[in-house]
């Protein structure tokens, strides 16, 4: 069983920055992909950013240029650092894993882009 925690979600201004940690309950090195996802209110879930196993990065095109995605293997933690970000960026990030064939998710946190 894996359990995903998230943290690092709140309230920022129009061109600011924040970064997302998720923490992992095993070793993410054996995950086959592990990466972030986010929902806004009325809209499905949607791939931010993702790192597939080995070690390939996608990114969702309406944040290529102002997030990044990182690993730290010996935290078991992935970490989203979002850059001028916009109130479009409002939504819950999700950190998501897949492990043997199954998928699996944090609670969730809330990124709040407004003035």
């Known amino acids: 069983q894996v359990q995903l925690v998230e943290s690092g979600g709140g309230l920022v201004q129009p061109g600011g920055s924040l970064r997302l940690s998720c923490a992992a309950s095993?070793?993410?090195?054996?995950?086959?992909?592990m990466g972030w996802y986010r929902q806004a209110p009325g809209k499905q879930r949607a791939l931010v950013a993702v790192?597939?196993?080995?070690?390939?990065?996608n990114y969702a095109d309406s944040v290529k240029g102002r997030f990044v995605i990182s690993r730290d293997n010996a935290k078991n933690t992935v970490y989203l650092q979002m850059n001028s970000l916009k109130p479009d960026d409002t939504a819950a990030y999700y950190c998501?894993?897949?492990?043997?064939?199954?998928?699996?998710w944090g609670q969730g946190t809330q990124v709040t882009v407004s003035s």
């Open positions: 095993g070793s993410i090195f054996s995950f086959n992909t």
């Open positions: 790192i597939i196993s080995p070690g390939s990065v």
């Open positions: 998501g894993a897949t492990w043997r064939g199954s998928t699996y």
